[in-house]
């Protein structure tokens, strides 16, 4: 965010008062551009638009909590940051799990 009376204002309305517009500021000023850093992680539409979402859900949690914020951006990045790293912990999970299974299945499956 440009202006860091604003950023801390906002932060105050959303700490002290729970205030969805405020955040909705947030939203509208860093949507696109995590959108942006995580599409390029992943590659995929869809993915990026999940794990968005994702990211202000866990920002909006983080806010409203007890501990301080210094800058929203960095918080903001940082979960996405983590989420982009979830995400390819579970893939990395998901293909081994495959690959397990198959290793399972009986060698001849043919028909007699």
Do not use: C
Not at 6 to 14: G, T
Not at 100 to 105: N, V
Request: aromatic share 14%; glycine share 2%; proline share 3%.
């Amino acid at each position: 965010m440009r202006n860091k009376f604003k950023e801390k204002l906002l932060l105050y309305k959303i700490k002290a008062k729970h205030d969805p517009e405020a955040f909705g500021e947030i939203y509208d000023e860093y949507a696109e551009k995590i959108y942006r850093f995580i599409f390029f992680k992943v590659a995929s539409e869809q993915e990026a638009e999940d794990l968005s979402s994702e990211v202000f859900l866990k920002a909006w949690n983080y806010l409203i909590g007890e501990k301080p914020v210094k800058s929203i951006g960095a918080l903001l990045y940082t979960i996405a940051r983590n989420r982009v790293i979830d995400y390819y912990r579970q893939k990395k999970f998901e293909i081994e799990a495959t690959e397990e299974m198959a290793k399972q299945l009986p060698e001849d499956t043919s028909v007699a």
